[in-house]
């Protein structure tokens, strides 16, 4: 990845986690502030509702107190104690609640029995355990009524002065959807009332705390048109209240989109003895805050969009004020590194990057000239130690040449016969020193004048083979030499200068043959090493020491009585000119290895 893809990752990201985090911080923010505006709505219609509550019981107790308080059924009371006959009044609650506008009233006997309903005729005679609540408060009841259902009301009882043992009134008034009308509904805001919770196993079921709690019926809730829309949604807030007998919230989804979302809370309505007989619920439309959360999210993603355009390009000036010119620079540091030491890179700018332009181009500059001054040194050095290479080497064959000279001057005393034996030895003598000149000057001729490689396709095989032929004859003659042969059944194909390859290679099997006088084994191995070719060289001498090691392929340098330290100096140069490399390897006492290591042709 290049450095403009990092930096237009990294301020893409950058800015998609700003925006990120400001978007989420923000949403977290307005749904604190939004419940928070829905927890204060619920508890103010909360308290309205027990407002109006306490309105409407003391409404039915001024009512019930009015009835109790009537001369006529003071009247009606001690015609009950005295008789005890109840048939005179089966209708008399009827006109009495039509009188109050109660919808429920009964009178109760001495004995606790019903002698007059009003909202069902026909109950007179059965016992009614509400009156015998002796609390001068008004309770919620879940009233029976002639047509098998119930409602639920709003009681208040009241015992009839005059009379002993006590006759009893007990009358209220329905909590169904026109009581919820009456409630002030904030826009947004639904309401509705759930009733019947208990299931009435005895007569006294609706004022016990263990009565069984009736299945959630959708049909039981009610809202201030009727029956409230989504009532199912409801059960689960609803059913808790009802088991918990507290408050309960929660989010409800009206239908499968999550649009269609209220914050709803469960309120639960109690009878004097504690048992859950109505659930009030209150749900405020989430419509506003998903509005608000849908409009952030599209500035967000505007945001985050028009951000990552500003990153591109910022991202391309950046890389054309940072990264283009280090892109320069490492283009010409390859450059230095290759051997191009004229390298330069354009200067832009005073800042840090132009700074850095200017400290490379000082560089190479420098580079350059301290190359040129370090050629310039080795030159003078290379031909001085040339020189006086070449003087030791000329000075050795000298000295028996004037011996000679010297020798035919003193001879020219002696007689004809002595003469001839004498010029014949010396004339010898001069032949073979003037060979070893002969022999001197070629080779300092060899190593100084390397031609080019002339590079063609070949198999290292073939190149290999050439040399055992040539060099596996003549060791049958003199110390026993065996040549050994270990090749890559593989094609191993070289681009090279055939002749000089079977110059350097001869030389090596040379020096191997001539570490061993009394004889040995010289192995030839040749293997395929991933893109290049490793040949080997090995024999059996006596190996060399690290020293010798470190300096074998110096010029000059040489470890033979005779040699000129030229021989190992150019295999190297011949195959450095191949792009190849070789190295010696040489355990205590186990021979020496040479190993070289030349590109794969179309590696």
């Known amino acids: 990845m290049s450095l403009r893809q990092k930096l237009l990752l990294l301020f893409s990201l950058t800015v998609a986690a700003a925006v990120a985090a400001v978007a989420s911080t923000v949403l977290v923010r307005i749904r604190q502030v939004f419940e928070r505006h829905n927890q204060d709505e619920t508890a103010l219609f909360v308290s309205q509702f027990q407002r109006e509550f306490q309105h409407r019981s003391a409404s039915v107790a001024a009512a019930i107190d009015r009835i109790a308080s009537q001369e006529h059924m003071r009247s009606v009371a001690f015609e009950l104690v005295q008789s005890g006959d109840s048939a005179p009044f089966l209708n008399e609650a009827q006109t009495l609640a039509q009188d109050a506008r109660l919808d429920f009233l009964e009178v109760v006997g001495p004995d606790g029995n019903i002698v007059s309903s009003a909202q069902w005729p026909a109950r007179f005679g059965y016992p009614e355990p509400a009156a015998r609540d002796s609390s ?16 639920l009301g709003l009681f208040a009882v009241r015992t009839i002065r005059g009379a002993e043992p006590a006759v009893k009134v007990i009358g209220g008034v329905r909590v169904d959807q026109h009581f919820l009308a009456d409630l002030p509904v904030a826009p947004g805001m639904q309401i509705g009332l759930y009733s019947d919770p208990v299931i009435p196993g005895t007569l006294d079921a609706a004022f016990s705390q263990s009565a069984t709690a009736a299945a959630f019926d959708p049909k039981r809730m009610l809202g201030i048109d009727g029956m409230l829309p ?26 499968s989109g999550h649009q269609d979302s209220v914050a709803a809370t469960a309120i639960p309505l109690k009878n004097s003895a504690g048992t859950v007989l109505a659930v009030l619920t209150v749900a405020i439309s989430r419509n506003g805050l998903l509005a608000e959360q849908q409009q952030i999210r599209q500035i967000a993603y505007g945001v985050a969009g028009a951000g990552i355009l500003l990153a591109i390009i910022f991202s391309l000036w950046i890389a054309a004020r940072v990264s283009r010119p280090v892109e320069e620079l490492a283009r010409a540091a390859e450059e ?67 011996l000679t000279v010297e020798n035919l001057t003193r001879a020219r005393q002696l007689p ?28 300092f001729s060899d190593f100084s004048k390397m031609p080019k490689p002339e590079l063609e396709r070949i198999d290292a095989k073939d190149a290999l083979a050439r040399v055992r032929s040539l060099y596996a004859a003549e060791s049958n003659e003199g110390p026993r030499i065996e040549f050994k042969m270990q090749l890559d059944d593989r094609p191993m194909p070289l681009m090279a200068d055939p002749e000089l390859l079977h110059r350097a290679l001869s ?19 040749a293997f395929n090493r991933e893109s290049n070719v490793e040949i080997r060289v090995s024999d059996t001498g006596q190996g060399l020491t690290p020293e010798e090691c470190d300096r074998l392929f110096t010029p000059y340098y040489t470890t033979k009585q005779h040699g000129t330290g030229l021989g190992l100096a150019i295999v190297q140069s011949v195959i450095a000119d191949h792009a190849g490399t070789i190295a010696v390897e040489s355990p205590q006492g186990q021979g020496a290895t040479f190993v070289i290591t030349l590109p794969r042709a179309g590696a």
């Open 230 to 255: 989504g009532a199912a949604n409801y059960s689960h807030i609803i059913e808790q209240a009802r088991k918990t007998g507290r408050e309960t919230a929660g989010i409800l989804y009206l239908t």
């Open 136 to 151: 001068s408060t008004p309770f919620l009841k879940s009233e029976d009524l002639s047509d098998g259902s119930t409602a």
């Open 336 to 402: 230095v590194a290759g051997g191009s030491w004229d390298a330069r890179v354009p200067e832009r700018g005073n800042d840090e990057v132009g700074v850095l332009a200017r400290s490379f181009n000082h560089m190479t500059e420098q580079l350059e000239n301290q190359r040129e001054r370090l050629i310039q040194s080795e030159r003078v050095a290379a031909w001085r130690e040339l020189a006086r290479r070449l003087a030791h080497e000329l000075k050795n064959p000298l000295f028996p040449l004037q």
């Open 416 to 443: 004809p016969a002595e003469f001839d034996e004498v010029f014949n030895e010396s004339t010898q003598t001069l032949s073979m020193e003037i060979g070893n000149l002969k022999k001197i000057i070629g080779r």
């Open 507 to 525: 030389n090596l099997v040379l020096n191997a043959k001539d570490v061993m006088p009394d004889g040995g084994t010289i192995t030839i191995s």
